[in-house]
Structure formats: C-alpha cells, structure tokens
C-alpha cells in the first residue's frame, strides 16, 4: 500500500465518522415542530416545545393525561399535528376541549398511545407477520387497522380515516413518539 493510498483511506475514514458522530447527533436529537426532541426528556416536556403539537399539549391537559405522559411509561405515541386536527369537521376540536367531553377526549387521545416503546420498524414488522386484518392496539382500548404499503406503516381509525406516520421513531424518556398526518377516531 502506497503512502498516498494510505493518507486517503485515513482521511475517508476520518470524514466517514465525522460524517456518523454528526448523523448520530442528528438521529439522538431530531426536530419536531421546529424544536429539538430530547432523549432525555419525556413525551411532555419534548411536546410543549413543538411549535406542530400545540393542539394535541391543549388536548392532553384538558384530558387530564399529562402526569400520565410524564410517567415511566414506556409508551409510543402517534402524536397527531395541528394540521391533523385542523382535518377534523368544523367545531370538534373545541367541543372535545369542553370539560363536559373529558372522557369522550380521554378516549380519543389514549387511541393514539399504545404500550411499550416501539420503532416505526418493529411496528412494520409485527402488522408484516400478522398479515392480513393485522391490528395495532392502544391503551385507549381501540385496535386500528393497520398495514404497510410501499414501505410506510398506515394506520386507519373507525371512520377508514388513514394516519401516515411523518416522523418516525422520536426517542423519548419514557417512550417514542411517532408524528401522524390524522387524528385517529374512535
């Protein structure tokens, strides 16, 4: 091996685990509504600083669940966005933040918690072996249908609504959080 051979290799070396520690600490902190998710961090104290979540934080307290969500868990969460609850008819986000709907809302976002940490990929890989009518199952009791397609897990709710995972696999404390393009409904 020439001296020259020699300083390349080590120089793509070298810029191949820079290129890893900075992938790395891109992976162990990635962003979510424009905030960076924390690993050491719980579900709650990463979502209140997502700029996308700020309807699901207002659900979650008005739900009473957020001494839950700080909890050990370990839970995975597929957080739906604003824009998820933005999708929602006209009026329903603001009749489930009524106190007098605290249970229907209990319902809805507990639908979106399931329990245990999971990656996108042993979600993926658990509906694969299931095969067909596969379910993923919340602690909020309901069992949503789920299947891959063309590499992406989809979820649908009770109304053949379909949720798309947008950002996978945001390690947590306690947990994982998966963002969601739709509010799952029971």
Do not use: Y
């Not at 001296?3 to 962003?31: Q, V, Y």
């Not at 397609?149 to 989809?154: E, F």
């Not at 979820?155 to 509010?183: E, F, L, R, Y």
């Amino acid at each position: 091996m020439t001296f020259k051979f020699r300083a390349t290799l080590a120089a793509t070396a070298f810029a191949t685990a820079a290129a890893l520690a900075t992938s790395g600490a891109a992976l162990a902190n990635p962003m979510v509504g424009g905030a960076p998710m924390f690993a050491s961090k719980n579900i709650i104290q990463n979502a209140v600083n997502s700029k996308d979540h700020t309807t699901l934080v207002a659900a979650v307290k008005a739900a009473g669940l957020v001494k839950t969500l700080e909890g050990p868990g370990p839970f995975t969460v597929l957080a739906p966005t604003n824009e998820a609850f933005a999708k929602l008819p006209k009026g329903t986000v603001a009749s489930l933040l009524k106190p007098e709907n605290k249970a229907k809302l209990q319902k809805v976002l507990t639908c979106h918690v399931i329990a245990g940490s999971f990656t996108v990929d042993q979600l993926k890989d658990a509906v694969m072996k299931a095969g067909p009518g596969a379910a993923i199952k919340t602690v909020g009791g309901c069992e949503w249908p789920a299947m891959v397609k063309d590499g992406k897990l989809m979820i649908m709710d009770s109304h053949g609504d379909t949720a798309m995972i947008t950002v996978p696999n945001v390690k947590q404390s306690n947990g994982m959080i998966d963002v969601i393009d739709t509010v799952l409904v029971p």
